[in-house]
Structure formats: C-alpha cells, structure tokens
C-alpha cells in the first residue's frame, strides 16, 4: 500500500521536530529510516502511522489523507510496533497477540476460527509458539518484543511500522525477524540504528539529521563514508558486498581520555 508523507512538520513548544519531510514510500518497498538520537525518527513514523497529526502537511495512505480514515480502518490497514510498547501484565503471550485481531472484530464478525488460525499463524512465524501459554511478566525482552511484532502481524496489515524492531534480540532474531518482515512482501517502514541491517535489508533509506530527511535512496547510494562522518560522526569504511549492496566496517577511535575519574569524587 503506497505510503506519501507530503511536506510534513511537527512542532511542539515553538521548536520543530520534524521539518517540511517528503516521502514517497512505494507499494511492498521495505523502507528504513535512519538518524542520530533525537533526530526526529520515532515523530515522524508516528505521523506516518496516523497517531500523531502533522503540524502542517499531509500524510496520504493509498491516496486518502490518514486524518480521513477512522481508527478502525486505519487499524484494519496499519501496525505499528513501538520502542518501548507495553501490554497489561495480566496476559498470556497468545492472549497479548490475540489483542492484534481487535480491528477485524464487531458484534457482526464475532472471534472466529479464522481469528484462531492467524493468531497462531504469526506466534509461529516469530519462533514462539512454545511460549503461548506463558504469563507476558515471565518473559524477557526479547521474547516480548517477538510477540509485539507477532500482534502487530495479526492484524494483517498492508502497512507495517516498525520503531527499532530489533531491540532487545539476539543476533540471530534481529536478521531473522528482518528478513521475515521483508519476505512478507508488505509496505514496511523500520527506524533502524543499526545501518549495516539497514543496508541488508532496505530496498531504499531516508536519513534524518535535525529534523529533516537529508538524503533519500538506496543504501549504498547513501551511506557514503563522508555522510556517516557528517551525519552520525563516525569514521567507516563502506564496502560492496558483491552483490549490489554495501557493508560498513567502522574504525574504532582513537583511546579518548576521560575528563574526569571515579577516584576524583570523594
Ligand atoms: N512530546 C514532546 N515534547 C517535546 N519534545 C519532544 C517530544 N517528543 C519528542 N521530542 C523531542 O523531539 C526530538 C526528536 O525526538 P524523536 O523521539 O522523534 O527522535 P528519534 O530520532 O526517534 O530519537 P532516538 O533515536 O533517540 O529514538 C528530541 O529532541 C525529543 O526530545
């Protein structure tokens, strides 16, 4: 489902978060947006997901403004799985996912065997079907965040948003989750912190700094040595993986000299 944000601002307290951002996100592109701490990732996926309304400008899913769609069109058409999202502590892991089927639900269209089906479907898809019955105050992080993005699957969006998805996994279920959205074949917008997953993954990139999208492209057309330097102030060498694609190895800095050390405190 095409995603359009057209000259979309944020402002809060006289300061601008987010500022005159433009983008075009096509129909099943997996898209990532990357940036510094506090560039303005997480204000514009939000707009992006309909939650929060742009200052100014408009964002269009499918070529209708998302201030025209009601919540539970816009639920039945778009997940968002947050940074730090929390589901009540009295739930059981398939109970937190089955909460993903509330905007398909009506007293027309009752919980069905359907709703059944897809629930345990997408606990599956996260490698957590073990742990259905499990309290969601008896699981780590990573286990929660794999159930998140399984509730957010079973509301079988056409659009899915994604604030850092690979928070707290482990290795193998950071690039497996990733490569599992991108298999899906849906319209994926991920903030990513991690560039080398950005540029594994993301058939284009937008790179955010102060507010504005400062570059937009495919990753190795924008993750160029001087942009990390000038953007996220680290010194890289970026590779061609041989297949198109690129690879970033960073340079570790030189030994930094605290200005100050625990034994100066009394
Ligand atoms: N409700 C708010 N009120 C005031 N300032 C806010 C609010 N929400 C965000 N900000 C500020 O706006 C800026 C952008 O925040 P945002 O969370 O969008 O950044 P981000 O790029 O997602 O950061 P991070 O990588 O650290 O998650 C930050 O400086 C933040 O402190």
């Known amino acids: 489902m095409m995603l359009c944000a057209r000259d979309v601002s944020f402002t809060i307290d006289r300061r601008t978060i987010v500022d005159r951002v433009h983008l075009e996100v096509a129909a099943g592109e997996f898209f990532g947006i990357v940036g510094p701490n506090g560039s303005g990732k997480t204000t514009l996926l939000r707009m992006l997901a309909g939650l929060r309304p742009p200052s100014s400008g408009v964002v269009l899913l499918g070529g209708v403004p998302m201030t025209a769609l009601g919540r539970r069109d816009l639920a039945q058409r778009v997940a968002l799985v947050e940074q730090q999202a929390e589901t009540s502590e009295r739930l059981s892991a398939r109970q937190a996912v089955e909460l993903g089927r509330t905007p398909h639900l009506s007293a027309l269209t009752p919980w069905s065997r359907r709703d059944e089906a897809v629930v345990t479907a997408m606990i599956?898809?996260?490698?957590?079907?073990?742990?259905?019955?499990?309290?969601?105050?008896?699981?780590?992080?990573?286990?929660?965040q794999r159930l998140h993005i399984a509730r957010a699957l079973a509301?079988?969006?056409?659009?899915?948003?994604?604030?850092?998805?690979?928070?707290?996994l482990d290795i193998e279920h950071q690039i497996g989750l990733l490569a599992?959205?991108?298999?899906?074949?849906?319209?994926?917008?991920?903030?990513?912190?991690d560039l080398n997953h950005a540029a594994m993954f993301c058939d284009r990139i937008a790179v955010m700094q102060d507010g504005l999208v400062c570059a937009v492209g495919p990753p190795p057309e924008i993750l160029t040595r001087d942009r990390l330097a000038g953007v996220f102030n680290v010194d890289a060498r970026v590779e061609n993986d041989g297949e198109g694609g690129c690879f970033i190895r960073y340079t570790r800095p030189c030994p930094v000299h605290p200005r100050v050390a625990f034994g100066d405190f009394p």
């Open 155 to 168: 509301q079988e969006p056409r659009l899915l948003l994604l604030d850092e998805p690979t928070n707290h």
């Open 124 to 144: 599956d898809l996260v490698g957590m079907a073990g742990f259905a019955a499990r309290p969601w105050h008896k699981l780590s992080g990573g286990e929660r």
């Open 180 to 193: 599992l959205v991108r298999a899906l074949g849906i319209t994926v917008v991920a903030v990513l912190h």
